[in-house]
């Protein structure tokens, strides 16, 4: 005669639904000590795809609830879409910025998207976890595996062919810098 677990299936269910609903795919994290606009920071930049379900979704329009939570201590607000760099990584790539996206609408295709924070280095050889909240939406992401770049090109690496992705956006680049 089997007995019937209702109590633990029932969690497990739970515990896989909401592995299930997230709505976040990371597709890298990454840091770089270069044009940091604040002395002793560096850049962090979150690569993702936003994989939207059947309802519409309103993005955050400000960095308000848009953060980087290392090692459950330090919290940074995400940078405004409207630093330069990020304009044009934007525009070149054809990656969109978080903040200020609006409304993704139901059952649409997956979004990449990236989101930039200046933090202080010192967190990451403390901490272990870095917890990224997007609005209502929050996904945990090892320390351990942060890759570090040079320019913010190399964010493109989450692509299956990054050299051709990078000649694409440096070939769009070029076209409107000659015009």
Excluded: C
């Excluded at 690569?47 to 309802?55: G, H, I, Q, R």
């Excluded at 930039?116 to 010192?122: G, I, K, L, T, V």
């Excluded at 945990?140 to 964010?155: F, G, H, K, T, W």
């Amino acid at each position: 005669m089997s007995q019937l677990n209702l109590g633990k299936d029932a969690a497990e269910e739970t515990e896989t639904e909401a592995e299930e609903q997230s709505l976040i795919d990371v597709k890298g994290v990454f840091y770089g000590s270069y044009a940091a606009s604040q002395e002793g920071y560096e850049n962090m930049y979150l690569v993702f795809d936003y994989v939207n379900d059947l309802e519409n979704r309103t993005l955050p329009s400000s960095n308000e609830g848009v953060t980087m939570t290392v090692n459950g201590t330090n919290t940074y607000n995400a940078k405004m879409p409207e630093y330069s760099d990020n304009e044009r990584f934007e525009k070149y790539t054809g990656y969109e910025y978080l903040i200020g996206y609006g409304d993704l609408l139901g059952g649409a295709d997956p979004v990449r998207m990236f989101v930039h924070y200046e933090f202080n280095p010192n967190d990451l050889k403390t901490g272990e976890t870095i917890t990224f909240t997007l609005g209502d939406q929050t996904v945990e992401y090892p320390v351990a595996d942060v890759q570090e770049i040079s320019v913010m090109d190399e964010l493109l690496k989450v692509e299956d062919d990054y050299e051709n992705a990078q000649m694409r956006a440096a070939f769009k680049w070029r076209v409107d810098e000659s015009v």
